[in-house]
């Protein structure tokens, strides 16, 4: 059967290698006689899978030792409740800079423990931008500071680290893993595995040690740092076979260049489609360009009807997904690190034939 060029915003593409590695060790990894999925969590093989997965995540994100690497549950959604929980706990304060739906949400949970401050917003232009930050604009005494480094909906990414005191806690759930980052610049990166990483039910946590240990007397036990940190990501079961298919793809990763090749790639496909969107007369992108993300490409025609019949011939021809979000229409391209760049080629390729037939 064949494969289609699968354009989702997540779950999404895996590469094809780390599938046909899952295929062939489903019913006995590695003479354990058992697949991942009947392993106990407390056994030595899992034991070796888990492990080797943190390593490798460390290896390929150049992680520093003051940092845990957490394998968590309940996804990026839970991370809006946990990071205040957790460290909205000195002087009751967090600055948020609001950069899209994902944003808006992290606030609002936030709201419930304390108080959260709105830096900034995006919000007038349909978050079609990154708004300019200045140090003068975060207050002195917020516990930490939350930005949504790419915003998966919209398309746009952070090119730049704030300038900021306090902890810089981020929501990296659609560009982990796409580039390198400098891990010691954030008090803490969070990302739902879905899109860049593996199989959904797996959250990733890298949290610099100094911010774990102070949560509030509220917070559930589940969604404390501190009891899976000195748990290692073992307090209870944790999405066994979900971490075991994301080790597979940092295993991948790391004997395919790491993320400087990733980026290199990530660039190539980005390009590709931009250049096609800034000379296409039918369509374009929404994002102003200084902060288009490498990751998600929104773009549109002026004709709703056309957007539509687009989506349908794209998808015949097997290109799928490529609706954009209910909330802004139009379509999206999520390009995450397995989308080959044939993939891209080829969709803008059928992007210029449709241009043609539909003049
Ligand atoms: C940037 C961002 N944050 C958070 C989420 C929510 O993630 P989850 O579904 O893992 O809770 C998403 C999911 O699409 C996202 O793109």
């Known amino acids: 059967m064949?494969?289609?060029?699968?354009?989702s915003a997540g779950p999404s593409m895996l590469p094809e290698e780390v599938l046909k590695t899952a295929a062939e060790q489903m019913l006995d990894y590695e003479g354990s006689g058992q697949s991942v999925m009947e392993m106990s969590h407390r056994s030595k093989v899992y034991d070796k899978i888990i492990k080797d997965a943190e390593n490798?995540?460390?290896k390929l994100m150049e992680i520093p030792d003051n940092y845990k690497v957490l394998f968590l549950q309940g996804g990026a959604s839970s991370q809006f409740a946990m990071i205040p929980l957790n460290l909205m706990t000195k002087n009751g304060k967090a600055d948020y800079v609001i950069t899209g739906q994902w944003s808006k949400k992290a606030f609002s949970e936030a709201k419930k423990?304390?108080?959260?401050?709105?830096v900034a917003s995006s919000e007038d232009k349909i978050f079609n931008y990154i708004p300019k930050l200045d140090k003068s604009m975060f207050d002195k005494d917020a516990d930490y500071v939350h930005i949504t480094y790419n915003n998966t909906i919209y398309g746009t990414v952070y090119h730049e680290i704030p300038d900021v005191d306090a902890p810089i806690v981020t929501d990296m759930s659609s560009c982990i893993l796409s580039e390198p980052v400098d891990v010691s610049k954030f008090g803490m990166i969070y990302a739902g595995?879905?899109?860049?990483?593996?199989?959904?039910?797996v959250t990733i946590v890298i949290i610099r040690e100094d911010l774990i240990g102070k949560a509030m007397d509220i917070t559930p036990t589940m969604f404390d740092y501190q009891i899976h940190a000195d748990n290692e990501s073992?307090?209870?079961?944790?999405?066994?076979?979900?971490?075991?298919?994301?080790?597979?793809?940092?295993k991948y990763l790391l004997k395919n260049g790491g993320l400087k090749a990733m980026k290199?790639?990530?660039e190539k496909k980005a390009k590709i489609l931009y250049d096609f969107l800034d000379s296409s007369e039918m369509f374009r992108g929404?994002?102003?360009?200084?902060?288009?993300?490498?990751m998600n490409v929104p773009f549109v025609t002026d004709d709703e009807e056309l957007n539509a019949k687009f989506i349908k011939e794209a998808t015949e021809a097997g290109f799928v997904n490529l609706k954009g979000h209910r909330s802004v229409g139009g379509m999206r391209a999520s390009i995450y690190n397995a989308m080959p760049v044939e993939g891209v080629e080829a969709l803008v390729e059928f992007m210029k034939k449709f241009e043609s037939e539909n003049k």
């Open 286 to 294: 929404t994002v102003v360009k200084e902060d288009r993300s490498l």
């Open 56 to 58: 490798d995540l460390r």
């Open 113 to 118: 423990y304390g108080e959260p401050n709105k």
């Open 264 to 266: 290199e790639i990530n």
């Open 2 to 7: 064949a494969r289609v060029y699968n354009f």
């Open 193 to 201: 595995a879905q899109k860049n990483v593996g199989p959904a039910g």
């Open 234 to 250: 073992l307090y209870n079961t944790p999405p066994c076979y979900g971490i075991y298919v994301c080790g597979l793809v940092f």
